[in-house]
């Protein structure tokens, strides 16, 4: 049966079974294990990235469940943001926000709603079919079903429950001082029309091609003296409201195509580059300070401008430096932080002559209505610019350049420096606290914590939360339309309900901006805010919104806060994982989580990102079907992609597991069967040799993968068990063959229950990895009961909580490695000779530590010796090549052993089938095998007797000597 149908079976019987619901309600002496579940967006089908992710959210509570735990895992569906937003857009044929409110807002967000679990069926068949337990429907927690319709265990960010506790988080947050609204210079993109936080800003990061240009600035007071600023960022230069220098840097005159320009002495040679020029006197920066300039542009050059009398003039400002550029900073007050403080500190014009959707504004008369940045050419207005400044005759110089230019995550839109008014979280304020609570996070791999973590932590600043969209979490404020200064923050329905009289049964924009009450300070009308909330807000929200807390679930959210566990990709720890961090300690003073691991990216074989386009991966649910899900998850569990770190992914990896891994195990568990009574106990108190190897060998596994385990290290807790299989085939099923098939009843049986015992615990050790090889074993072994409701091996024996593993003797396990040294040198020897192993020799000399009989008997079956002699020395070893008479029959009597019952199992005989052996040969070589070893031969090949006789039978060669071979029942 191909593992793909057996895997199917094993669903069927958890199904019928329930075994999911059982492994939760069975007797949990430890309590409660918690763990969250970041939501993804069911708005595409999962890829091998979900699939990490989700493989090692089933792992660890499968490991937690053994050990005593009760483990809840609930799923969860991430419901709003640009993502749905995008996707109606698309559909609707939008490409301006102007666009959406023409349509109508409520129809819009209706829409959303609609698309937000368009692919839920074919993610919950693949998280299902990968074998991942996870609650889709019914079981813990509060009746999250709400206004989706969609089952009611799986939490819904847009539910009405979960958005309620997100009001809630943002009132704490109000309360506690945490909160203010500012305008500030933040990324935004046109085309969505609204701001983006820091590490959305992060996400989009591209290299591209721009252009930069040296402007021309006459002084009003020299003409014909012109200050050469340098930008890279040409569309802003129409709201150009002033100049910076540096107080520190030495200035020089230039005299150039009979014009004379200013500009940072150190960078003379480079901005003149390409011209003939005689440089003058130095130009002290105090000189230019307070200076006037003809403005490049005509637009704003007006005197009812607020604060007029203070532009185009030329300021301090201690940003400036001579690391690149001129020297001299041009100033666009609405377009850059540094610009936007400057204009603050010096009162000047605030012009912002870019609308939100990213075009000029009317009164840019010569660009009114375009693009600054276009998406499809992120240069053509500055193109256009650039030809105005050559008109003027005040272009210097352009330049392109390539450097790393944000743009959307969503939309792939390039961004905009723009000043905006936002509400923020006081992040800074308690960065001390964020700091000291991540130092309590154990992180998977390690350098997380400290690496990529630690640092985006130490350079974080004031989140911004507003977002100018309409599918989303709304801001809960409610202000006043007489006096601005009049805010009421909301932080229940209850509490909205009492204030406005209205019943409140949705959240959403199109429902909640309908809600106004009156202004308790002056009597005016109180109504919200447009924004919505940053999605990450909600994300960041779900410890406490996936229980309805504070509404529900008071004690189980305080005895199970913070949560023990969680995993996402190495992205989210500038998001989901950050976001969460900051919430819980801002509200709680705790992180949010007390272990996390990281995943990398999996990428096409080529080392490309996986793209449907370029058809470069299989798909997912291919592979499974071919190799089964097992062999998927040992493969990914196994690999770098579980430290961080990208992944290749390979069809030949998956199959390797297949091979190695299952068949090999299967094929030792068909052995088994073939030897094994209905009653075979388990049982660890055999003396032979092989099996108190093969025991302290599994009670190694299982102290290896425990620590692993509890460590989260994902990678130390899968790959020993490859090798463990391959251990127990090809050495200690292989040298114990004959103890299976032999008439030393007592012996037998203790092979045989050595091997269950084995069988059995390997099953447990295997399971949370791959769950449906560790239930088919434990089945066939004849178990009833679940695998994945059994106690964890190690811990099957606990006092208080502490571990008791089965005993490990360390010196079997380094003497039987010595012996596979050994092996491994002889059989060296014997190819360098070029003498077949089924050729029995006199003596092998081995220069190692002396071992004993049981070692030693090994060594001499293994390498096919009469003796085996040991010599004071290193890792050494010498063969007797020389081979008698006696010695030569015996290697043809093996060949002919192996030959035939090579004939047996084409034939497709098994043990149970006694032959009848006809045999025709003129070799007196072959002749004295059947005269000397008849016996041996007959019980070799499981033969009742052996017939010298005429026949056809099948023509083979025995180490040169031809022989007639029929087998016959």
Same mark, same amino acid.
């Given at each position: 049966?191909?593992?793909?149908?057996?895997?199917?079976?094993?669903?069927?019987?958890?199904?019928?079974?329930?075994?999911?619901?059982?492994?939760?309600?069975?007797?949990?002496?430890?309590?409660?294990?918690? =763990?969250?579940?970041?939501?993804?967006?069911?708005?595409?089908?999962?890829?091998?990235?979900?699939?990490?992710?989700?493989?090692?959210?089933?792992?660890?509570?499968?490991?937690?469940?053994?050990?005593?735990?009760?483990?809840?895992?609930?799923?969860?569906?991430?419901?709003?943001?640009?993502?749905?937003?995008?996707?109606?857009?698309?559909?609707?044929?939008?490409?301006?926000?102007?666009?959406?409110?023409?349509?109508?807002?409520?129809?819009?967000?209706?829409?959303?709603?609609?698309?937000?679990?368009?692919?839920?069926?074919?993610?919950?068949?693949?998280?299902?079919?990968?074998?991942?337990?996870?609650?889709?429907?019914?079981?813990?927690?509060?009746?999250?079903?709400?206004?989706?319709?969609?089952?009611?265990?799986?939490?819904? @960010?847009?539910? +009405?429950?979960?958005?309620?506790?997100?009001?809630?988080?943002?009132?704490?947050?109000?309360?506690?001082?945490?909160?203010?609204?500012?305008?500030?210079?933040?990324?935004?993109?046109?085309?969505?029309?609204?701001?983006?936080?820091?590490?959305?800003?992060?996400?989009?990061?591209?290299?591209?091609?721009?252009?930069?240009?040296?402007?021309?600035?006459?002084?009003?007071?020299?003409?014909?003296?012109?200050?050469?600023?340098?930008?890279?960022?040409?569309?802003?230069?129409?709201?150009?409201?002033?100049?910076?220098?540096? &107080?520190?840097?030495?200035?020089?005159?230039?005299?150039?195509?009979?014009?004379?320009?200013?500009?940072?002495?150190?960078?003379?040679?480079?901005?003149?580059?390409?011209?003939?020029?005689?440089?003058?006197?130095?130009?002290?920066?105090?000189?230019?300070?307070?200076?006037?300039?003809?403005?490049?542009?005509?637009?704003?050059?007006?005197?009812?401008?607020?604060?007029?009398?203070?532009?185009?003039?030329?300021?301090?400002?201690?940003?400036?430096?001579? *690391?690149?550029?001129?020297?001299?900073?041009?100033?666009?007050?609405?377009?850059?932080?540094?610009?936007?403080?400057?204009?603050?500190?010096?009162?000047?014009?605030?012009?912002?002559? +870019?609308?939100?959707?990213?075009? =000029?504004?009317?009164?840019?008369?010569?660009?009114?209505?375009?693009?600054?940045?276009?998406?499809?050419?992120?240069?053509?207005?500055?193109? %256009?610019?650039?030809?105005?400044?050559?008109?003027?005759?005040?272009?210097?110089?352009?330049?392109?350049?390539?450097?790393?230019?944000?743009?959307?995550?969503?939309?792939?839109?390039?961004?905009?420096?723009?000043?905006?008014?936002?509400?923020?979280?006081?992040?800074?304020?308690?960065?001390?606290?964020?700091?000291?609570?991540?130092?309590?996070?154990?992180?998977?791999?390690?350098?997380?914590? *400290?690496?990529?973590?630690?640092?985006?932590?130490?350079?974080?600043?004031?989140?911004?939360?507003?977002?100018?969209?309409?599918?989303?979490?709304?801001?809960?404020?409610? /202000?006043?339309?007489?006096?601005?200064?009049?805010?009421?923050?909301?932080?229940?329905?209850?509490?909205?309900?009492?204030?406005?009289?209205?019943?409140?049964?949705?959240?959403?924009?199109?429902?909640?901006?309908?809600?106004?009450?009156?202004?308790?300070?002056? &009597?005016? *009308?109180?109504?919200?805010?447009?924004?919505?909330?940053?999605?990450?807000?909600?994300?960041?929200?779900?410890?406490?919104?996936?229980?309805?807390?504070?509404?529900?679930?008071?004690?189980?959210?305080?005895?199970?806060?913070?949560?023990?566990?969680?995993?996402?990709?190495?992205?989210?720890?500038?998001?989901?994982?950050?976001?969460?961090?900051?919430?819980? @300690?801002?509200?709680?003073?705790?992180?949010?989580?007390?272990?996390?691991?990281?995943?990398?990216? +999996?990428?096409?074989?080529?080392?490309?990102?996986?793209?449907?386009?370029?058809?470069?991966?299989?798909?997912?649910?291919?592979?499974?079907?071919?190799?089964?899900?097992?062999?998927?998850?040992?493969?990914?569990?196994?690999? @770098?992609?579980?430290?961080?770190?990208?992944?290749?992914?390979?069809?030949?990896?998956?199959?390797?597991?297949?091979?190695?891994?299952?068949?090999?195990?299967?094929?030792?568990?068909?052995?088994?069967?073939?030897?094994?009574?209905?009653?075979?106990?388990?049982?660890?108190?055999?003396?032979?040799?092989?099996?108190?190897?093969?025991?302290?060998?599994?009670?190694?596994?299982?102290?290896?993968? @425990?620590?692993?385990?509890?460590?989260?290290?994902?990678?130390?807790?899968?790959?020993?068990?490859?090798?463990?299989?391959?251990?127990?085939?090809?050495?200690?099923?292989?040298?114990?063959?004959?103890?299976?098939?032999?008439?030393?009843?007592?012996?037998?049986?203790?092979?045989?229950?050595?091997?269950?015992?084995?069988?059995?615990?390997?099953?447990? /050790?295997?399971?949370? /990895?791959?769950?449906?090889?560790?239930?088919?074993?434990?089945?066939?072994?004849?178990?009833?009961?679940?695998?994945?409701?059994? %106690?964890?091996?190690?811990?099957?024996?606990?006092?208080?909580?502490?571990?008791?593993?089965?005993? #490990?003797?360390?010196?079997?396990?380094?003497?039987?490695?010595?012996?596979?040294?050994?092996?491994?040198?002889?059989?060296?020897?014997?190819?360098?000779?070029?003498?077949?192993?089924?050729?029995?020799?006199?003596?092998?000399?081995?220069?190692?530590?002396?071992?004993?009989?049981?070692?030693?008997?090994?060594?001499?079956?293994?390498?096919? #010796?009469?003796?085996?002699?040991?010599?004071?020395?290193?890792?050494?070893?010498?063969?007797?090549?020389?081979?008698?008479?006696?010695?030569?029959?015996?290697?043809?009597?093996?060949?002919? /052993?192996?030959?035939?019952?090579?004939?047996?199992?084409?034939?497709?005989?098994?043990?149970?089938? +006694?032959?009848?052996?006809?045999?025709?040969?003129?070799?007196? &070589?072959?002749?004295? #095998?059947?005269?000397?070893? %008849?016996?041996?031969?007959?019980?070799?090949?499981?033969?009742?007797?052996?017939?010298?006789?005429?026949?056809?039978?099948?023509?083979?060669?025995?180490?040169? *000597?031809?022989?007639?071979?029929?087998?016959?029942?």
């Amino acid at each position: 049966m191909k593992q793909a149908e057996i895997e199917k079976k094993i669903l069927d019987f958890w199904e019928k079974d329930n075994t999911f619901q059982k492994s939760i309600e069975k007797d949990a002496p430890h309590g409660d294990y918690v =763990f969250y579940d970041g939501p993804p967006f069911a708005t595409g089908t999962p890829h091998y990235g979900h699939i990490v992710a989700s493989l090692m959210k089933d792992m660890v509570p499968r490991y937690f469940t053994m050990r005593g735990f009760r483990v809840e895992r609930r799923w969860g569906w991430d419901c709003h943001g640009l993502p749905i937003e995008n996707i109606v857009e698309k559909e609707k044929g939008f490409k301006h926000k102007k666009d959406i409110i023409e349509y109508g807002v409520d129809k819009f967000n209706e829409d959303a709603r609609s698309k937000v679990l368009k692919y839920a069926d074919e993610w919950q068949t693949v998280i299902e079919r990968m074998g991942r337990w996870v609650d889709f429907s019914a079981q813990g927690g509060p009746d999250l079903g709400g206004d989706s319709g969609y089952g009611k265990g799986a939490y819904l @960010t847009m539910d +009405v429950e979960y958005m309620e506790s997100i009001w809630h988080v943002f009132k704490e947050l109000y309360d506690k001082d945490l909160l203010y609204e500012a305008y500030r210079s933040m990324h935004i993109c046109p085309r969505c029309e609204t701001t983006l936080a820091q590490s959305e800003v992060a996400q989009g990061y591209k290299d591209v091609k721009d252009l930069s240009v040296i402007a021309k600035f006459e002084l009003e007071d020299e003409p014909g003296t012109f200050l050469l600023a340098w930008t890279t960022t040409p569309w802003t230069l129409p709201g150009n409201m002033a100049l910076a220098v540096g &107080e520190d840097i030495d200035y020089a005159r230039i005299v150039c195509d009979k014009a004379i320009y200013i500009a940072a002495k150190d960078h003379v040679q480079d901005i003149f580059k390409d011209k003939e020029y005689e440089q003058k006197e130095d130009v002290p920066a105090r000189d230019l300070i307070g200076k006037k300039y003809k403005p490049l542009f005509p637009y704003y050059d007006n005197e009812n401008l607020e604060n007029h009398k203070n532009a185009f003039k030329v300021y301090s400002a201690d940003f400036v430096n001579t *690391e690149e550029g001129t020297g001299i900073v041009h100033i666009a007050p609405a377009f850059g932080e540094d610009d936007y403080n400057l204009s603050k500190k010096e009162n000047l014009p605030f012009v912002q002559h +870019v609308n939100m959707d990213g075009t =000029f504004k009317s009164e840019v008369t010569d660009f009114a209505g375009k693009e600054v940045k276009p998406k499809d050419d992120s240069t053509a207005t500055d193109v %256009e610019i650039i030809k105005y400044l050559a008109k003027k005759d005040l272009l210097f110089s352009k330049e392109k350049f390539e450097h790393s230019y944000p743009h959307c995550w969503r939309c792939e839109s390039p961004l905009l420096n723009y000043s905006a008014s936002s509400w923020f979280v006081k992040v800074e304020k308690i960065k001390k606290d964020l700091l000291k609570n991540a130092k309590k996070i154990n992180w998977m791999p390690e350098h997380i914590k *400290e690496g990529r973590f630690g640092q985006w932590l130490s350079g974080a600043r004031d989140w911004s939360i507003s977002r100018q969209r309409f599918w989303g979490s709304v801001m809960p404020i409610w /202000v006043c339309e007489k006096n601005k200064d009049h805010k009421k923050v909301i932080g229940s329905i209850k509490e909205l309900e009492d204030l406005s009289g209205y019943k409140v049964e949705d959240l959403h924009k199109h429902f909640v901006d309908e809600v106004a009450f009156k202004c308790k300070e002056c &009597e005016g *009308e109180m109504r919200r805010i447009p924004d919505v909330l940053d999605c990450w807000f909600e994300s960041g929200s779900m410890p406490f919104a996936q229980l309805h807390y504070p509404f529900e679930n008071k004690k189980k959210f305080k005895n199970n806060f913070p949560a023990e566990f969680i995993a996402e990709g190495v992205d989210q720890t500038r998001a989901w994982f950050y976001y969460m961090h900051v919430l819980a @300690t801002a509200l709680k003073k705790k992180p949010a989580f007390q272990n996390v691991i990281v995943n990398g990216i +999996v990428l096409a074989e080529d080392g490309r990102k996986m793209s449907k386009s370029l058809n470069n991966y299989p798909d997912p649910m291919e592979i499974i079907e071919k190799y089964g899900a097992d062999a998927v998850r040992y493969y990914l569990a196994s690999s @770098t992609v579980m430290r961080a770190e990208d992944l290749n992914f390979s069809e030949k990896g998956v199959d390797e597991v297949v091979k190695k891994v299952i068949l090999t195990l299967y094929n030792v568990l068909a052995f088994y069967k073939m030897y094994a009574p209905d009653e075979v106990s388990a049982d660890d108190k055999s003396k032979n040799i092989l099996d108190k190897w093969i025991i302290s060998k599994t009670n190694e596994l299982i102290s290896e993968v @425990t620590d692993a385990y509890d460590k989260y290290d994902l990678n130390r807790a899968t790959r020993p068990i490859m090798e463990f299989i391959n251990e127990l085939s090809t050495w200690y099923i292989r040298r114990s063959r004959d103890r299976f098939k032999g008439e030393d009843q007592d012996d037998k049986n203790f092979a045989l229950s050595t091997l269950r015992f084995v069988l059995e615990r390997l099953s447990l /050790v295997m399971a949370p /990895v791959i769950p449906f090889t560790a239930e088919h074993l434990w089945q066939e072994l004849g178990n009833k009961e679940s695998v994945h409701l059994q %106690e964890w091996p190690a811990f099957a024996k606990a006092s208080a909580g502490k571990p008791k593993a089965g005993k #490990v003797d360390k010196d079997v396990l380094e003497k039987m490695q010595n012996v596979l040294q050994i092996v491994e040198l002889g059989l060296a020897a014997r190819a360098e000779a070029g003498i077949k192993i089924r050729q029995p020799l006199g003596m092998a000399k081995v220069f190692n530590k002396e071992l004993s009989d049981d070692y030693a008997s090994l060594i001499k079956d293994e390498l096919n #010796v009469k003796q085996v002699a040991f010599v004071k020395g290193e890792n050494k070893i010498e063969l007797d090549t020389k081979i008698t008479d006696e010695l030569r029959i015996e290697g043809n009597l093996r060949e002919l /052993v192996r030959t035939i019952n090579a004939m047996r199992k084409k034939q497709g005989l098994t043990p149970g089938d +006694v032959v009848v052996l006809k045999y025709k040969t003129d070799s007196d &070589e072959l002749k004295k #095998v059947f005269d000397q070893f %008849e016996d041996e031969l007959k019980k070799s090949v499981i033969a009742s007797e052996l017939v010298d006789g005429d026949i056809d039978g099948e023509k083979v060669d025995i180490n040169g *000597e031809n022989i007639n071979i029929e087998i016959g029942i």
